[in-house]
């Protein structure tokens, strides 16, 4: 891989096989979710804390935006989405990413 400053998978895992790497990765991880207030009160999930080394942030936020019929962007290493949907959210990281639910912290707003 031409890496611009990037760490490869097959330094990361020495030589273990990329799907036993990724699963490790995933289940090492933390991953936070939590919902920020915006501009007259519009509501946006953020997913912090996926590694863009192990998963294809923008592929992901179109799978998610897909599943949860919203819009939303890939930004500074996280995902953005429209309205509020932590629970689904972290259901869909869990079932189809694979990553334990200890290891997705949802973090309640402030107000």
Same mark, same amino acid.
């Given at each position: 891989?031409?890496?611009k400053?990037?760490? &490869?998978?097959e330094s990361v895992?020495?030589g #273990? $096989? ?7 990765? &995933? ?6 979710? !939590?919902v920020?207030k !915006? ?5 946006? @999930?953020v997913i912090?804390?996926l ?5 294809n942030?923008k592929? #992901?936020?179109s !799978?998610?935006?897909s599943?949860?019929a919203v819009g939303? @962007?890939?930004?500074? =290493?996280h995902?953005?989405l429209?309205? =509020?949907?932590k629970? !689904?959210?972290?259901?869909? #990281?869990?079932?189809? #990413?694979?990553?334990p $639910?200890? =290891?997705?912290? @949802?973090i309640? &707003?402030?107000?």
């Amino acid at each position: 891989m031409g890496s611009k400053g990037k760490i &490869s998978l097959e330094s990361v895992c020495g030589g #273990l $096989p990329e799907e036993l790497c990724v699963q490790i990765s &995933s289940e090492q991880q933390i991953v936070k979710i !939590r919902v920020e207030k !915006r501009k007259f009160g519009k509501e946006v @999930t953020v997913i912090e804390g996926l590694d863009g080394d192990v998963y294809n942030l923008k592929e #992901l936020a179109s !799978r998610l935006k897909s599943k949860l019929a919203v819009g939303g @962007t890939v930004k500074d =290493n996280h995902i953005e989405l429209q309205g =509020n949907h932590k629970a !689904r959210v972290k259901q869909i #990281l869990v079932e189809e #990413l694979g990553i334990p $639910p200890e =290891n997705i912290i @949802t973090i309640e &707003s402030e107000e």
